[in-house]
């Protein structure tokens, strides 16, 4: 199904996401929307891996399941961000990643 | 033009106007609803690069569970009718610069490098091959990380209980700090 | 099990033992049991020692142990004394003993003082029985950072600066002497065979001149930054002067040893050629510290800082025997670390125990102590005229060692420079005299110190047994300077082997 | 040959009274204490007799000659294979005579102060220290090479400081004490500088290889020079310097009198017979290399001696403290000695003024602790020191009045008394040499006459005083040593010396030169007769003298202002333009530094802490910008 795309695209298309992702998390202020950000980032390394395995090792599923495991890092990542974020509205009644300076020098 | 060159440019397309409307979008919940159309032209792109048992899993767990957090979690800290203040034009030109300089070294490197197609047969990645897989004990088993990716997720679980806990340690003491 | 090791089990053991009990008196009780037991350890070993001596056992070092620690680097737990370790183990067990019961009024934090006091010298014990140059290094740290909670705990005046500044100075020192040591490692072995750390091993390669050049002054800053050598020396006189009592005596008494002894045992003993090479710069360093010390020492008004300025002078001496290579001088310089550690450790328990009763150290403020305070001002008097150099005590030996040792050196310059050294007795003579003067003897100047108690029983065995020992290496010294002058001789052929005077 | 090894017993009875005594004295009490350590000093005393017996009369002479002898001899600590210190004992001529001297001084002096330190606090301490005293000046006197001489020469010292300063609570004496020790301890280290010199070129401290005409420091002769002398000439100089500050030469004489804050029975014993002549002994000792191998040193000793003489008896015309007279009485005699052996030469009737100088070591030890006693007498009966407040004391203290006349006849040099006999030789070794010295000599004499007279006249005639309570005669524990020492002063003239202590060992004969000795008697009658004229009776001659000269008067009176200058270079100079300014540069300079690169490195860290800001995304661009820098660095600078 994936005859005359060649390889290149789909990283092209996983750095932009990348780069749009790391776009957003350089500049929203939001922790959550930070957060998606991340989703995204991490979204476009699991784009490269399957186009890689697709494209250079087809007789092998080393990047799939290194998606796989991607998407429950995740997950696990997301929950216990969420858990934090909360946590940190509790305390400051804000989410502003800017408000929350507690540990400079 | 063939078909699946439309497909992928048409899922291309949509990731990456999501995307950029994600990180852009000044109402939190329509970020979020960005970001669900994303995952879910990413799971396209699984379909179209043959893993069918991936791009489930990409539909299951991330748009359906991550999403469904992330707009709980909005819905307790936020405001729905709420818009974000735009972000500083300072701040978002160096952060744009920052990202487009990254980008613009990974392209031309992508495009510089020449790959070289495999040779070998294709191999169909099945339910049951991928079962197999996961639970074998082989060279090529995945037993090991899947028991590990487990126990992380348990541990995930447990940590975020605890730590949005009401009247957890960190509770405590800003209660403290009011006194 | 060999008997060295007992000297880095027995203070862990008693630092467990501490730990483990509840009150004050009982954490006194173990320490003083646990050094005491160290200086019969000690006590024993020279024994032993002489023993294996006498029958004949002519090897560089006796007791050597060796266990590998650390496979890929060459590490070892490597143990072993010669007659130098020995009498410097000697000294320190005498002076840890002491310290504990000069600090027997310590009531702040008993506990942690006593554990942190032994942890201190177990590092010493460990340095002076390693000779591993690794392990040597590792003891090195251990005795230097307790010094830094030692003094900013317990301390006294600005103690939070000092503690700092000497931990800061000594730190800055092991970083050179760390890359002087690594140097050493790295060239350590002709191509092919293995790097290794044991000093005996090095000893018998003569390692690249080349690579001297850059190491030797790397060690031998390193090490004298500890032995006070001008201009790394001002750690001393503010460390000294708000370290506490049993401190300032270890300090003084054991740890600039360290400094003495690792320039001796490594700087020397595995470079001579480059320390041939550059022994001039230091050799003028080295005089201009045993003259500006006592200079320094004689306009001082603070007890401490006098004594401060005092060990400057004296370490300085140490190292300036050092650099004089050759047996006599360095068995002087052996002797003189010994002398100045027990008279100055001796000094220092006196200082405390003198302002532990009139709450100042500033002679300027006190007064004909002889009359109302005769046990400690007579042994004042003592420490102060072994310090000026009197026959019949140690600091004469010593002294006399270096001086004449230093003087048969063929060459013109190093006499020279001798000479300006010896001008030091007059000038110690001054300040130790001045002291006296002012602060023992004369109407006493304050009545509120008319009442005050002499002695106390464990003050007594403290400064007693420095006594015993300060008179005794003066009346006999020949055993002990034959000891170390015996094994002081493979070192002195490996220095002639590899390049004659 | 007879065994004279019980002769370490000499050393080791006074330093174990010393350590006992000193440990143990007051628990056992001051009348126990005095027994014992004068006891102690009897045993010692007998024991030298007993050697000088057996040495001079019943020891058979190798050839006429005087054997030096090595009673006892241990390696104390050995140094190189050739340089070892080793402790013994020595037994020839001068080191015989020398016992007999210090234990006989010793002794007395131990009974006389057993009443004269009577009720004093510290009794036990002060006998202790006799007892360290005496076991330093011993080991001095019969040291078999010269790093023991030191050794004991640094312990003379101390002792000297511990007995100067016995009244600690006195300023004055606490300073005096300093005083003494700082500056004989800086002329040891000329001392010390020289034994390093002499025994760099000798690789020997023995005396007998030292000494021996034919050995290598007498060899080494033409050695090396520097500055145009040879080294031993040099390293002998260094070794004077420390005999001239042991012995009070100038310029090292100031701690001299002010050493007299001391109980008088010390000063007796210490600074006037036994201690201070130790220079004398010094030079004696090494004197066959001084004399064969360094002229130029002894000519030094000679010059600095008879400068010495002539300075301290000017300014001991002019005091007035009876102790400070007799100090720089004192002074004067030693340079007399100095002199005589600075004139004298090697071997035979050559070794004259060597023999002399010994005599008169001898002689000046008796009647010189004889004036100090008897001066001791006195001030316990009068309780000063200052004779202008004291006058017709002869009525009161006959015994001291007596003894005391016989003692200043004896200094003065009147036939038949033992100064006489010892002070002609002296002045005939001078005349047949050196005939400025032999000129400043008489003028000493006559002075001395002059000023021992005045004392006596000062004390025991002139004015009538009235005194708080009647002065009355000492205890006989007192005048007993008195009485002894003033028949030594008057018989100790007939000792043969020139047959016992020569400069060789060997015999020789010797005559009173009558040529030389009449006029110098006459000197010494005109200055008695002067004092007497001036202070027999009450009358104003002495104002009106001191007015005619009244320069040169107070400059003596002053004592040349020689205390001032040195006050002036060790407080001006050495604490103000030396210490001072190193204290202050070791804490601004060099301290200054240190805490400088502390306050950089803490300056340096507040300003970058600011990067810490705390704004997770200032850290997230940093750390991308980065990483794309150094990807873009990687790749197309690295590899390209």
């Not at chain 4, 045993?43 to 058979?60: N, R």
Request: aromatic share 14%; charged share 10%.
């Amino acid at each position: 199904m994936n005859a005359g795309i060649p390889i290149q695209f789909f990283l092209i298309l996983a750095t932009l996401m990348f780069f749009v992702g790391v776009y957003g998390f350089l500049s929203r202020r939001n922790l959550i929307t930070i957060l998606m950000s991340l989703e995204l980032v991490l979204n476009s390394v699991n784009i490269n891996f399957m186009a890689f395995n697709r494209y250079l090792f087809p007789h092998k599923m080393e990047g799939m399941f290194f998606s796989l495991f991607i998407i429950a890092v995740v997950a696990a990542e997301a929950a216990v961000a969420i858990a934090i974020i909360l946590n940190i509205y509790r305390r400051f009644t804000t989410i502003n990643v800017e408000d929350v300076d507690e540990m400079k020098y | 033009m063939i078909a699946n060159q439309i497909m992928f440019f048409l899922l291309s397309a949509m990731i990456i106007v999501f995307s950029v409307l994600t990180v852009t979008s000044r109402k939190i919940l329509r970020a979020a609803v960005y970001l669900l159309l994303v995952l879910v032209s990413t799971s396209g792109l699984y379909f179209m690069l043959n893993y069918q048992f991936l791009a489930a899993i990409q539909l299951t767990l991330y748009a359906g569970g991550i999403v469904v957090l992330i707009i709980f979690s909005i819905l307790l800290t936020s405001h729905i009718s709420q818009k974000f203040e735009p972000t500083g034009w300072k701040k978002s030109l160096l952060s744009a610069l920052a990202s487009a300089a990254g980008a613009i070294l990974a392209i031309t490197t992508i495009l510089d490098f020449k790959f070289g197609a495999s040779r070998e047969a294709a191999m169909e990645v099945d339910m049951h091959a991928i079962g197999k897989s996961l639970l074998s004990l082989d060279y090529d088993g995945y037993i090991l990380p899947f028991e590990v990716i487990s126990i992380l997720l348990l541990a995930a679980m447990i940590a975020g209980i605890v730590i949005a806990k009401k009247g957890g340690p960190a509770d405590q003491e800003s209660q403290n700090l009011k006194q | 099990m060999n008997i060295l090791t007992f000297f880095v089990v027995i203070p862990v053991l008693t630092i467990t033992g501490i730990i483990l009990v509840k009150d004050i008196k009982r954490v006194k009780l173990v320490a003083s049991i646990g050094m005491g037991l160290q200086l019969l350890l000690a006590a024993l070993l020279v024994v032993l020692y002489i023993m294996q001596r006498r029958a004949g056992n002519t090897e560089e070092m006796l007791f050597i142990k060796d266990f590998v620690w650390f496979k890929s680097l060459n590490i070892h737990f490597a143990l072993g004394v010669d007659g130098i370790s020995v009498a410097m183990i000697a000294l320190t067990s005498v002076v840890v003993f002491a310290g504990v019961f000069a600090s027997w009024e310590m009531a702040f934090l008993t506990k942690e003082f006593f554990v942190s006091l032994i942890l201190l010298a177990t590092g010493v014990f460990g340095f002076f029985i390693s000779i591993d140059l690794f392990t040597m290094f590792l003891f090195y740290e251990l005795a230097v950072i307790p010094m830094y909670l030692l003094i900013g705990v317990w301390g006294s005046g600005p103690k939070e600066y000092s503690a700092m500044k000497l931990t800061l100075m000594l730190m800055g020192a092991s970083a050179i002497l760390f890359v002087g040591i690594l140097g050493i490692y790295f060239h350590s072995a002709p191509d092919g065979e293995p790097l290794t750390f044991n000093i005996l091993r090095i000893s018998n390669y003569v390692i690249p001149i080349q690579a001297q050049r850059v190491f030797f002054p790397m060690t031998f800053v390193g090490f004298g930054v500890l032995g006070a050598l001008f201009p790394f020396h001002t750690w001393s006189p503010d460390g000294h002067s708000s370290a506490p009592t049993a401190v300032s005596m270890l300090h003084a008494g054991v740890l600039m040893k360290l400094g003495g002894y690792g320039a001796f045992r490594v700087a020397i003993f595995l470079m001579p050629e480059a320390a041939k090479e550059m022994s001039w710069i230091f050799i003028i360093l080295t005089s201009i510290s045993v003259i500006y010390g006592a200079f320094g020492a004689m306009v001082q008004k603070d007890l401490k800082y006098i004594n401060a300025y005092s060990s400057v002078s004296h370490c300085g001496l140490v190292l300036f025997a050092i650099l004089m290579m050759n047996k006599t001088a360095m068995t002087g310089a052996v002797l003189q670390m010994i002398s100045h550690g027990l008279m100055t450790a001796l000094f220092f328990a006196l200082i405390g125990m003198i302002y532990g009763r009139t709450h100042t150290r500033l002679i300027n403020e006190m007064g004909g102590l002889m009359k109302i305070i005769p046990f400690l001002s007579v042994c004042y008097v003592i420490a102060g005229l072994a310090s000026l150099g009197l026959p019949g005590l140690s600091g004469f030996v010593a002294e006399m060692t270096i001086f004449v040792g230093a003087f048969q050196h063929p060459d013109l310059f190093h006499r020279i420079t001798t000479i300006i050294a010896i001008t030091s007795i007059v000038i110690t003579a001054v300040y130790i005299l001045r002291v006296i003067a002012i602060l023992l003897l004369g109407p006493s100047r304050d009545n509120q110190y008319e009442h005050m108690n002499d002695a106390k029983w464990y003050e007594k065995i403290s400064t007693v047994i420095l006594i015993a020992c300060v008179a005794a290496i003066g009346l006999a010294p020949f055993w002990l300077s034959s000891m170390i002058g015996t094994s002081m001789q493979p070192v002195i052929d490996k220095i002639l082997a590899v390049n004659p005077f | 040959m007879i065994n004279f090894t019980y002769t370490v017993w000499i050393l080791i009875i006074p330093f174990i009274m010393f350590i006992f005594l000193g440990l143990a004295g007051h628990k056992i009490g001051p009348k126990l204490s005095g027994l014992l350590g004068t006891g102690a000093l009897a045993v010692i005393t007998a024991l030298s007799y007993i050697t000088a017996y057996k040495y001079f009369f019943a020891t058979p002479k190798a050839g006429d000659v005087f054997k030096a002898i090595l009673a006892a001899n241990t390696t104390w600590l050995q140094f190189t294979d050739k340089l070892h210190i080793d402790i013994g004992v020595l037994v020839d001529p001068i080191s015989v005579m020398m016992l007999i001297v210090v234990t006989t001084v010793s002794f007395m002096v131990h009974i006389y102060s057993t009443g004269y330190m009577k009720g004093e606090k510290g009794y036990e301490r002060y006998f202790a220290f006799l007892s360290l005293f005496s076991f330093s000046m011993l080991g001095l006197v019969v040291a078999p090479n010269i790093f023991q001489m030191y050794i004991f020469w640094e312990l003379v010292g101390v002792s000297s400081y511990l007995l100067i300063g016995f009244y600690y609570e006195k300023p004055s004496a606490v300073a005096a004490s300093k005083k003494a020790f700082i500056v004989t301890r800086f002329a040891d280290l000329g001392f010390l500088i020289g034994i390093l010199l002499l025994s760099f070129h000798t690789k020997t401290f023995d005396f007998i290889t030292l000494t021996d005409p034919s050995g290598p420091a007498i060899a080494q002769a033409g050695g090396a020079s520097f500055l145009g002398l040879s080294v031993i000439t040099w390293s002998m100089i260094f070794v004077y310097l420390g005999g001239a500050g042991k012995s009070a030469m100038f310029p090292f004489h100031i701690w001299l009198p002010d050493a007299m804050e001391g109980p008088t029975p010390v000063s007796a014993l210490i600074h006037a017979a036994t201690m201070v002549v130790a220079g004398v002994y010094l030079v004696a000792r090494m004197f066959p290399v001084y004399s064969l191998a360094a002229p130029v040193a002894l000519k030094v000793v000679a010059y600095v001696g008879g400068f010495s003489s002539l300075f301290a008896a000017i300014i001991a015309c002019t005091q007035t403290d009876i102790k400070r007279v007799l100090a720089y009485s004192t002074i004067s005699q030693i340079g007399y000695m100095m002199l005589a052996l600075g004139v004298s030469g090697y071997g035979g009737h050559e070794g004259l003024g060597y023999m002399a100088s010994m005599f008169h070591l001898f002689t000046h030890a008796l009647f010189k602790a004889l004036l100090f006693l008897g001066a001791g007498a006195i001030i316990h009966a009068v309780h000063t020191n200052l004779m202008t407040e004291m006058g017709g004391l002869r009525k009161y203290l006959p015994i001291t009045h007596l003894t005391f006349l016989i003692a200043c006849l004896t200094i003065a040099g009147i036939p038949p008394f033992s100064g006489f006999f010892s002070k002609d030789e002296i002045l005939a070794a001078a005349f047949q040499s050196n005939k400025i010295l032999f000129a400043v000599e008489y003028a000493v004499a006559g002075l001395t006459a002059f000023y021992m007279f005045r004392l006596y006249f000062n004390i025991f005639w002139g004015k009538e005083t009235q005194y708080q309570h009647t002065p009355h005669e000492a205890p006989f524990s007192m005048t007993i040593p008195l009485i002894i020492l003033a028949l030594g002063a008057v018989f100790a003239g007939w000792i043969p010396f020139n047959k016992l202590v020569t400069s060789d060992g060997q015999a020789f004969e010797s005559s009173i030169e009558w040529g030389v000795a009449i006029p110098s008697i006459l000197i010494g009658v005109l200055g008695i007769f002067v004092a007497m004229v001036m202070y027999r009776k009450e009358n104003n001659i002495p104002e009106r003298l001191a007015a005619t000269f009244k320069n040169t008067y107070k400059l003596a009176y002053h004592k040349f202002y020689i205390d001032e200058f040195y006050l002036f270079v060790t407080k001006k100079i050495i604490f103000r333009y030396i210490s001072e300014p190193i204290a202050w540069f070791d804490r601004h300079i060099i301290d200054g530094t240190m805490n400088s690169i502390a306050t950089v490195t803490q300056v340096v860290s507040f300003r970058i802490r600011k990067f810490q800001s705390g704004q997770l995304q200032q850290y997230a661009f940093v750390f991308i910008s980065g990483a794309v820098l150094l990807a873009v660095l990687m790749i197309y600078i690295w590899y390209w």
